[in-house]
T-cell receptor, first 113, second 113 residues
Framework: SQELEQSPQSLIVQEGKNLTINCTSS?????LYWYKQKYGEGLIFLMM?????EEKSHEKITAKLDEKKQQSSLHITASQPSHAGIYLC?????????????FGSGTQLTVLP | DTEVTQTPKHLVMGMTNKKSLKCEQH?????MYWYKQKAKKPPELMFV???????INESVPSRFSPECPNSSLLNLHLHALQPEDSALYLC????????????FGDGTRLSIL
């Protein structure tokens, strides 16, 4: 089964600082997703990466998938309190004709004002 | 605002009660999912429906009974639950096919007394 390891487990940064969250897979990634979750709420889709070397950005968040497609990183530039939450990476796992999504353990981000 | 609507937001029930969780989406997605999320853990897949047919059951106990009456609705019927079933239950939907992001509802917070 696909195993995703995220690091760090938690991160506390001062507002305005940059930060990076990593997601490492034990298998080749065919679809890698980043989600954000506020405590007790649903997951908000951030970005999807499919191709090795692919990089996508939205506002101050950039996600990359390395060439070998076994690691992804999420970088936040000039963090703000609104960036606080739990960041989850997820990977596609095919099971027969159905798709499944398995998640990393998550990274809890706190941004201090 | 989420495009996947879950009701109720909170539910408290006794172990002998029967209740149902509801999920609705109007994005034309033909795949729908139920996840269970315990505190400080990532979501775990329970069921996958594709074109209103059950595709995946991740060895979920029979006290959880899913139902997909049409392409927009997904229900989760609950009966004789245990205290360890207390969790956040998340519904998601996606277009059918490989590498399509899933869109999540805000979840139902379930507490079993």
């Amino acid at each position: 089964s696909q195993e995703l390891e995220q690091s760090p487990q938690s991160l506390i940064v001062q507002e305005g600082k940059n930060l990076t969250i990593n997601c490492t897979s034990s298998k080749t990634l065919y679809g890698l997703y980043w989600y954000k979750q506020k405590y007790g709420e649903g997951l908000i889709f951030l970005m999807m990466l499919q191709k090795g070397g692919e990089e996508k950005s939205h506002e101050k968040i950039t996600a990359k998938l390395d060439e070998k497609k076994q690691q992804s990183s999420l970088h936040i530039t000039a963090s703000q309190p609104s960036h606080a939450g739990i960041y989850l990476c997820g990977a596609d796992r095919l099971s027969g004709s159905a798709r499944q999504l398995t998640f990393g353990s998550g990274t809890q981000l706190t941004v201090l004002p | 605002d989420t495009e996947v609507t879950q009701t109720p937001k909170h539910l408290v029930m006794g172990m002998t009660n029967k209740k149902s969780l509801k999920c609705e989406q109007h994005m034309g997605h033909r795949a729908m999912y139920w996840y269970k999320q315990k505190a400080k853990k990532p979501p775990e897949l329970m069921f996958v429906y594709s074109y209103e047919k059950l595709s995946i059951n991740e060895s979920v106990p029979s006290r959880f009974s899913p139902e997909c009456p049409n392409s927009s609705l997904l229900n989760l019927h609950l009966h004789a639950l245990q205290p360890e079933d207390s969790a956040l239950y998340l519904c998601a939907s996606s277009p059918w096919g490989v590498s399509q992001p899933q869109h999540f509802g805000d979840g139902t917070r379930l507490s079993i007394l």
